[in-house]
């Protein structure tokens, strides 16, 4: 499965590295810094499972990227981390 962490902190991506083998199953982590890079990478990964978002991101409005997200990726999982 793949997982797009859109996060500005590089710690949180690390982490999530590092508990993500303890799952027991092949985990691909993409990490995204912004919401642009969040779409690019969600644009060629089309096959992505889950997107973690940080609803505080420097430039946007959380719950706005939220709905976006909802709207242009009605069938991809979403889990807010802030």
């Known amino acids: 499965m793949k997982v797009i962490v859109v996060d500005d902190h590089p710690l ?17 982590l993409l990490g995204a810094t912004d919401r642009d890079t969040a ?19 420097p430039g946007t409005k ?9 709207r242009d990726f009605p069938r991809l999982s979403i889990a807010v981390l802030s």
Request: glycine share 6%; with cysteine.
């Open 12 to 28: 949180i991506l690390s982490a999530l590295a590092q508990l993500v083998p303890a799952l027991g199953r092949p985990v691909t």
């Open 39 to 57: 779409y690019a990478l969600l644009a060629a990964h089309p096959d992505c499972g889950l997107l973690l978002l940080d609803l505080a991101l």
């Open 62 to 70: 959380g719950l706005e990227l939220l709905a976006a997200l909802r």
